[in-house]
Protein backbone atom coordinates (compact mmCIF):
# COMPACT_ATOMS: atom_id res chain seq x y z
CA UNK A 1 0.00 0.00 0.00
CA UNK A 2 1.75 3.27 -1.12
CA UNK A 3 1.26 5.61 1.48
CA UNK A 4 2.82 9.42 1.91
CA UNK A 5 2.83 10.98 5.42
CA UNK A 6 3.98 14.54 6.15
CA UNK A 7 4.99 15.78 9.78
CA UNK A 8 7.07 19.11 10.68
CA UNK A 9 3.61 21.65 10.65
CA UNK A 10 3.63 24.34 13.43
CA UNK A 11 2.86 27.68 14.39
CA UNK A 12 5.79 30.08 13.54
CA UNK A 13 6.17 33.27 13.81
CA UNK A 14 7.03 35.40 10.79
CA UNK A 15 10.03 35.16 9.47
CA UNK A 16 10.80 32.27 11.48
CA UNK A 17 11.64 28.65 9.41
CA UNK A 18 10.27 24.99 9.37
CA UNK A 19 11.50 21.77 8.30
CA UNK A 20 8.56 19.23 6.30
CA UNK A 21 9.32 15.91 5.67
CA UNK A 22 7.82 13.66 3.61
CA UNK A 23 8.42 9.97 4.54
CA UNK A 24 7.33 7.45 2.03
CA UNK A 25 6.18 3.36 2.28
CA UNK A 26 5.14 0.83 -0.23
CA UNK A 27 7.10 1.69 -2.78
CA UNK A 28 10.52 2.75 -4.12
CA UNK A 29 11.28 6.70 -3.62
CA UNK A 30 13.59 6.91 -5.96
CA UNK A 31 11.34 6.14 -8.86
CA UNK A 32 9.21 8.44 -7.88
CA UNK A 33 9.03 12.67 -8.56
CA UNK A 34 7.97 14.67 -5.39
CA UNK A 35 6.01 17.37 -5.12
CA UNK A 36 4.93 19.88 -2.06
CA UNK A 37 1.50 21.48 -2.39
CA UNK A 38 -0.40 23.84 -0.78
CA UNK A 39 -3.88 24.85 0.05
CA UNK A 40 -5.18 28.04 2.09
CA UNK A 41 -8.36 28.24 3.32
CA UNK A 42 -10.96 29.61 0.23
CA UNK A 43 -8.29 29.13 -2.43
CA UNK A 44 -7.08 26.78 -4.84
CA UNK A 45 -4.26 23.97 -4.17
CA UNK A 46 -1.14 25.61 -5.63
CA UNK A 47 2.15 23.70 -6.32
CA UNK A 48 5.32 24.85 -4.19
CA UNK A 49 8.19 22.50 -5.40
CA UNK A 50 9.14 19.14 -7.23
CA UNK A 51 12.12 16.94 -7.15
CA UNK A 52 12.40 14.18 -10.23
CA UNK A 53 13.27 11.18 -9.79
CA UNK A 54 16.60 10.41 -8.32
CA UNK A 55 16.76 14.40 -7.49
CA UNK A 56 18.65 15.72 -10.51
CA UNK A 57 15.81 18.09 -11.60
CA UNK A 58 13.69 20.68 -9.32
CA UNK A 59 11.18 23.31 -10.30
CA UNK A 60 9.97 25.97 -7.67
CA UNK A 61 6.97 28.30 -7.55
CA UNK A 62 7.89 31.67 -7.52
CA UNK A 63 6.49 32.44 -4.33
CA UNK A 64 9.36 29.72 -3.04
CA UNK A 65 12.41 31.11 -5.01
CA UNK A 66 15.08 31.75 -2.23
CA UNK A 67 13.13 30.68 0.38
CA UNK A 68 11.87 27.34 0.44
CA UNK A 69 14.47 24.24 -0.68
CA UNK A 70 13.53 20.84 -1.45
CA UNK A 71 15.46 17.37 -0.98
CA UNK A 72 15.36 14.15 -1.04
CA UNK A 73 16.90 11.34 1.00
CA UNK A 74 16.12 8.19 -0.73
CA UNK A 75 18.07 6.05 1.86
CA UNK A 76 15.55 7.01 4.49
CA UNK A 77 12.39 7.01 1.97
CA UNK A 78 11.67 10.70 2.67
CA UNK A 79 11.87 14.36 1.12
CA UNK A 80 12.04 17.42 2.85
CA UNK A 81 10.82 20.49 2.77
CA UNK A 82 13.22 24.12 4.13
CA UNK A 83 10.60 26.49 4.68
CA UNK A 84 12.76 29.95 5.23
CA UNK A 85 11.69 33.70 5.91
CA UNK A 86 8.40 32.58 6.53
CA UNK A 87 5.51 34.99 6.15
CA UNK A 88 2.18 34.98 6.56
CA UNK A 89 1.08 34.00 3.13
CA UNK A 90 2.96 31.14 3.96
CA UNK A 91 -0.13 29.60 5.77
CA UNK A 92 -1.55 27.10 4.74
CA UNK A 93 -2.18 22.99 4.17
CA UNK A 94 1.08 21.44 3.21
CA UNK A 95 0.36 18.33 1.13
CA UNK A 96 3.68 16.13 -0.86
CA UNK A 97 2.50 14.17 -3.51
CA UNK A 98 4.64 11.04 -5.97
CA UNK A 99 3.95 10.82 -9.56
CA UNK A 100 5.71 8.02 -11.86
CA UNK A 101 5.28 9.14 -15.16
CA UNK A 102 7.46 12.22 -16.08
CA UNK A 103 11.29 12.14 -16.06
CA UNK A 104 10.95 16.16 -15.13
CA UNK A 105 8.89 16.92 -12.41
CA UNK A 106 6.22 19.87 -12.69
CA UNK A 107 3.65 21.54 -10.06
CA UNK A 108 0.76 20.19 -11.54
CA UNK A 109 -1.61 18.65 -8.56
CA UNK A 110 -3.21 16.73 -11.51
CA UNK A 111 -0.53 14.63 -12.72
CA UNK A 112 0.19 13.00 -8.92
CA UNK A 113 -1.19 9.91 -7.95
CA UNK A 114 -0.72 9.28 -4.72
CA UNK A 115 -0.90 12.06 -1.67
CA UNK A 116 -0.37 12.39 1.82
CA UNK A 117 -3.10 13.85 4.45
CA UNK A 118 -1.49 17.48 4.59
CA UNK A 119 0.25 19.50 7.48
CA UNK A 120 -1.21 22.69 9.45
CA UNK A 121 1.55 25.53 8.72
CA UNK A 122 0.35 28.33 10.35
CA UNK A 123 2.70 31.90 10.28
CA UNK A 124 1.39 34.07 12.78
CA UNK A 125 2.82 36.41 15.59
Known amino acids: QLQLVESGGDLVQPGGSLRLSCTVS????????IGWFRQAPGKEREGVVC????????DYAEFAKGRFTISRDDAKNTVYLQMNSLEPEDTAVYYC??????????????????WGQGTQVTVSS
Open 26 to 33: GFTLDNYG
Open 97 to 114: AAESRSYYCNRLAKDYDY
Open 51 to 58: INRRGRTT
